[in-house]
Structures are given as structure tokens and as C-alpha cells.
């Protein structure tokens, strides 16, 4: 056996030598004690603090009486909470002014309506210009060669006539007064991109000069800049 | 007769049926008492205290449990309550010793000596465990009942007792150690 193994058997064994002393004391304490005398005095104790009468089973309410057992405690606690719960609910929603109906507190009023439509026109606004801005850029900042190589390649030409087709979405949404401003620098960013859109197949590097001047002198792209901010924040 | 049926006479007011009752089962009673508080004084109220408890609430005992079970466990109880007591009352305050400061077998001791050392020894590591695991020492190696027994007294699954026990036995044999050491 291991030294580890003798220690841990010697410990064991020390445990429950000392179990098997506590035994030995029980015993010897157990003899001294007089049992029957015990009992009797256990008894006495008992029946004189409380003398218990022989209870004959009644017939009558017997049936009744088999619920007042304590296994239908539980039972009844929940019965009891479940009816607790139930007046609880059933006092706030039939109490006075609780149960309006449906249509009076769901219905959604004229003006939320209104500010849904507007917040969703600002959105198309805003993306419509973040994307003739990007388009813009492109060309501006290209060389007159280059720019008028990209409208005739078909990439910058394919996105001026999407950003043509969604102008024509968001023209219902850009009626209304608030969108007034919107409306103007997107009208005039349309009518640039109806142009780009004609003329892209032969568009020259003269031409495209003229546009990007265009551009800049109506500092489009700047309006565009404040016009987006200004959605942005609501004001327009 | 059974059990049973001293119960249900007990119930129904019989004197005799009682001290039948509390003789059967007095001695498994002070086993357990006695192993908490090694005093017989002690013990013994709690052997009375556990009958006069037992009276109290048999009309809530139901036909087809286990009565012993149902005893040991309101003298569990009570034992746990009253030895948390006494801690806190401070009266087993050499309990609280620690099993270093306890003093050195002597070698030389005879047989006899020895024996009463370890049992001493036992004694304050018990008072060092924790409850449920003092228990279980207790009826498994003092009052010698089994796994079932205890779990059934206990309210815990036979699983969860031989988990205890072996808890017990390790704390036993690590607060133990340093007495072990000299013998």
C-alpha cells in the first residue's frame, strides 16, 4: 500500500473509531435510562396538557368534511388565487372608462397620418439626393474626357435614368408644403439628369465641360448638401 | 398490534396506545438525540420533547406513511434547533476549539484513554460540519440506519445522502488529520 493510500486509510479508520466511542456511549447511557418510566411520564406530559377525546366519525357533512383535510390546502390556495387574479383582471377592464372599444383607441388621427407621410417623403428625399450627389460628384470631379467616356459607357447614364425613375415615385410625396424645398433642388437636379439622359450617346468632352460649369455655378452640389441637412433635421 | 393501529388510538384518545407508541420507538429516538448532544440530560428532553410534538400534530399524520420516518424526521428538527441553540447560546463553546488547540494525545495513554480522546476529537469536527452533513454522519455511523432510511427522514433523494456522507467523511478525515498524525 502506498504511503498516501496508509495515511488516508489510517485517517478513515481514526473517524470512525471515534463513530464506534460514540456508540459505546450511547449504549452505556441507554442502560441507565429507565424506559418505561420514560414513557409513562412522555404520556402523562401529553394527555395532561391536552386530553384527547375520541372524535367519532360523522356521517353527516362526512363528504363535506374530507375537504378540510390539509392534502386540499394547496387546493384551495390556488382556487383562491386563481379567484384573486381573476376579479383583479375582471375589475380593470370592466371598470368605467377602461373598455373604450377598439376603434375609438386604435384608430390613428389625421395628423399622424399626415406626419408618417412627411417622414416618409423626407426619407425619399433624402435618399434620392445622397444618390444625384454621389452621381454628381462622379462626373464633376472627373475630367470632361472621362465624364463624357462614362455617360457613353452606360454607367453613369443606366444610374441618372434610375435616379429619373425614382424621381417620378417621390413626386406625389414632394407636394406638400413642407417639402417645398425639396422639391425644388430635386426638380432641378431631375431636369439635369433628363438631359444627361438625352444626350449621353453623344455627349462630348466640350459638352460635358459645359455640364460640370453648369454644376458648379448653381453650386448644385452644395444645395443639395443643405437641402439633405436641412431634412435631416426635420425644418424643411 | 401495529403501528398503525396504535396511532389510530392514539388519535382517538388512548392513553395506553401512546405509551405503547413512545416505548417502540423512544430508544431510535434517543440514538439520534444523543448522537447531536452526547449528554443524556439533553437527549432525554429531546426524546420528550419529540413525543409531546408528535402528539400535537398526529391528527395531520396520514394512514400509509412511514411513522418512524415521519418521528425521526420532527426529531431531527428539533435537535437541529436546539443545537443551533446551545451554539449560539455559547454553550458549547469548546466546540468552537479548534481541533489543533485540542491537547496532544499522549503516547503513553492506555487504550482506554485514547478512545475517549478520538471520541472527543470526533466530537468538535462534528460540531465543525455542516448540518445536513453532521446528520447524515450521525444516522448512518451512530444510530447505523441506512441510505433509504435516511433519505426518507431526511426528505432527500438516496443520491443526494450518499453525496453528504461522502462529503462528511472527507471534511471528518481533513479536520481529523492533524489527530491522526500522532497516533
Same mark, same amino acid.
Request: with cysteine; charged share 30%.
Given at each position: 500500500? @502506498?504511503?498516501? @493510500?496508509?495515511?488516508?486509510?489510517?485517517?478513515?479508520?481514526?473517524?470512525?473509531?471515534?463513530?464506534?466511542?460514540?456508540?459505546?456511549?450511547?449504549?452505556?447511557?441507554?442502560?441507565?435510562?429507565?424506559?418505561?418510566?420514560?414513557?409513562?411520564?412522555?404520556?402523562?406530559?401529553?394527555?395532561?396538557?391536552?386530553?384527547?377525546?375520541?372524535?367519532?366519525?360523522?356521517?353527516?357533512?362526512?363528504?363535506?368534511?374530507?375537504?378540510?383535510?390539509?392534502?386540499?390546502?394547496?387546493?384551495?390556495?390556488?382556487?383562491?388565487?386563481?379567484?384573486?387574479?381573476?376579479?383583479?383582471?375582471?375589475?380593470?377592464?370592466?371598470?368605467?372608462?377602461?373598455?373604450?372599444?377598439?376603434?375609438?383607441?386604435?384608430?390613428?388621427?389625421?395628423?399622424?397620418?399626415?406626419?408618417?407621410?412627411?417622414?416618409?417623403?423626407?426619407?425619399?428625399?433624402?435618399?434620392?439626393?445622397?444618390?444625384?450627389?454621389?452621381?454628381?460628384?462622379?462626373?464633376?470631379?472627373?475630367?470632361?474626357?472621362?465624364? +463624357?467616356?462614362?455617360? =457613353?459607357?452606360?454607367?453613369?447614364?443606366?444610374?441618372?435614368?434610375?435616379?429619373?425613375?425614382?424621381?417620378?415615385?417621390?413626386?406625389?410625396?414632394?407636394?406638400?408644403?413642407?417639402? +417645398?424645398?425639396?422639391?425644388?433642388?430635386?426638380?432641378?437636379?431631375?431636369?439635369? *439628369?433628363?438631359?444627361?439622359?438625352?444626350?449621353?450617346?453623344?455627349?462630348?468632352?466640350?459638352?460635358?465641360?459645359?455640364?460640370?460649369?453648369?454644376?458648379?455655378?448653381? &453650386?448644385?452640389?452644395?444645395?443639395?448638401?443643405?437641402?439633405?441637412?436641412?431634412?435631416?433635421?426635420?425644418?424643411? | 398490534?401495529?403501528?398503525?393501529?396504535?396511532?389510530?388510538?392514539?388519535?382517538?384518545?388512548?392513553?395506553?396506545?401512546?405509551?405503547?407508541?413512545?416505548?417502540?420507538?423512544?430508544?431510535?429516538?434517543?440514538?439520534?438525540?444523543?448522537?447531536?448532544?452526547?449528554?443524556?440530560?439533553? +437527549?432525554?428532553?429531546?426524546?420528550?420533547?419529540? *413525543?409531546?410534538?408528535?402528539?400535537?400534530?398526529?391528527?395531520?399524520?396520514?394512514?400509509?406513511?412511514?411513522?418512524?420516518?415521519?418521528?425521526?424526521?420532527?426529531?431531527?428538527?428539533? @435537535?437541529?434547533?436546539?443545537?443551533?441553540? *446551545?451554539?449560539?447560546?455559547?454553550?458549547?463553546?469548546?466546540?468552537?476549539?479548534?481541533?489543533?488547540?485540542?491537547?496532544?494525545?499522549?503516547?503513553?495513554?492506555?487504550?482506554?484513554? =485514547?478512545?475517549?480522546?478520538?471520541?472527543?476529537?470526533?466530537?468538535?469536527?462534528?460540531?465543525?460540519?455542516?448540518?445536513?452533513?453532521?446528520?447524515?454522519?450521525?444516522?448512518?455511523?451512530?444510530?447505523?440506519?441506512?441510505?433509504?432510511?435516511?433519505?426518507?427522514?431526511?426528505?432527500?433523494?438516496?443520491?443526494?445522502?450518499?453525496?453528504?456522507? *461522502?462529503?462528511?467523511?472527507? &471534511?471528518?478525515?481533513?479536520?481529523?488529520?492533524?489527530?491522526?498524525? @500522532?497516533?
Amino acid at each position: 500500500m @502506498c504511503p498516501q @493510500c496508509r495515511r488516508d486509510e489510517e485517517e478513515l479508520r481514526t473517524v470512525l473509531k471515534g463513530a464506534e466511542g460514540l456508540q459505546e456511549d450511547i449504549r452505556t447511557a441507554m442502560d441507565k435510562v429507565d424506559w418505561d418510566g420514560l414513557a409513562e411520564r412522555i404520556a402523562a406530559a401529553a394527555f395532561a396538557e391536552r386530553p384527547r377525546t375520541a372524535v367519532a366519525p360523522s356521517r353527516r357533512g362526512g363528504f363535506w368534511a374530507s375537504f378540510a383535510r390539509p392534502k386540499w390546502r394547496p387546493v384551495f390556495a390556488g382556487v383562491l388565487a386563481g379567484v384573486l387574479v381573476g376579479a383583479g383582471a375582471m375589475y380593470v377592464l370592466l371598470k368605467p372608462g377602461a373598455f373604450r372599444g377598439p376603434t375609438a383607441s386604435l384608430r390613428p388621427s389625421g395628423e399622424l397620418v399626415d406626419m408618417v407621410k412627411l417622414s416618409l417623403a423626407r426619407r425619399e428625399a433624402i435618399d434620392y439626393l445622397d444618390k444625384s450627389q454621389a452621381l454628381l460628384l462622379d462626373f464633376v470631379q472627373a475630367t470632361p474626357e472621362a465624364a +463624357a467616356r462614362s455617360l =457613353r459607357g452606360g454607367d453613369s447614364s443606366l444610374r441618372a435614368q434610375n435616379l429619373l425613375a425614382k424621381k417620378r415615385y417621390i413626386n406625389r410625396e414632394l407636394e406638400s408644403v413642407e417639402m +417645398a424645398k425639396a422639391r425644388e433642388i430635386c426638380n432641378l437636379v431631375e431636369a439635369l *439628369f433628363l438631359e444627361l439622359a438625352q444626350v449621353s450617346e453623344r455627349l462630348t468632352p466640350e459638352e460635358a465641360a459645359g455640364i460640370q460649369r453648369f454644376v458648379e455655378d448653381r &453650386n448644385l452640389l452644395l444645395r443639395i448638401r443643405l437641402v439633405r441637412k436641412e431634412l435631416e433635421e426635420s425644418e424643411v | 398490534m401495529d403501528t398503525g393501529d396504535l396511532v389510530r388510538l392514539t388519535k382517538a384518545g388512548d392513553r395506553q396506545a401512546f405509551v405503547e407508541l413512545t416505548r417502540r420507538y423512544q430508544k431510535k429516538v434517543f440514538v439520534l438525540t444523543y448522537s447531536f448532544f452526547r449528554n443524556t440530560e439533553d +437527549a432525554l428532553d429531546l426524546v420528550q420533547e419529540t *413525543f409531546l410534538r408528535l402528539y400535537e400534530r398526529l391528527d395531520s399524520f396520514e394512514e400509509g406513511r412511514n411513522f418512524e420516518a415521519w418521528l425521526l424526521q420532527v426529531a431531527k428538527n428539533l @435537535c437541529i434547533d436546539q443545537y443551533r441553540r *446551545f451554539r449560539s447560546r455559547g454553550r458549547s463553546q469548546a466546540a468552537d476549539a479548534r481541533v489543533e488547540d485540542l491537547p496532544i494525545p499522549d503516547e503513553r495513554a492506555g487504550q482506554g484513554e =485514547r478512545s475517549t480522546e478520538v471520541r472527543q476529537a470526533l466530537a468538535r469536527c462534528l460540531d465543525q460540519l455542516a448540518d445536513r452533513q453532521r446528520t447524515i454522519f450521525l444516522m448512518r455511523h451512530v444510530s447505523e440506519m441506512g441510505n433509504d432510511e435516511i433519505a426518507r427522514v431526511l426528505n432527500i433523494s438516496t443520491g443526494t445522502v450518499k453525496s453528504l456522507h *461522502f462529503k462528511a467523511i472527507r &471534511n471528518l478525515r481533513a479536520l481529523m488529520a492533524p489527530y491522526g498524525e @500522532c497516533s
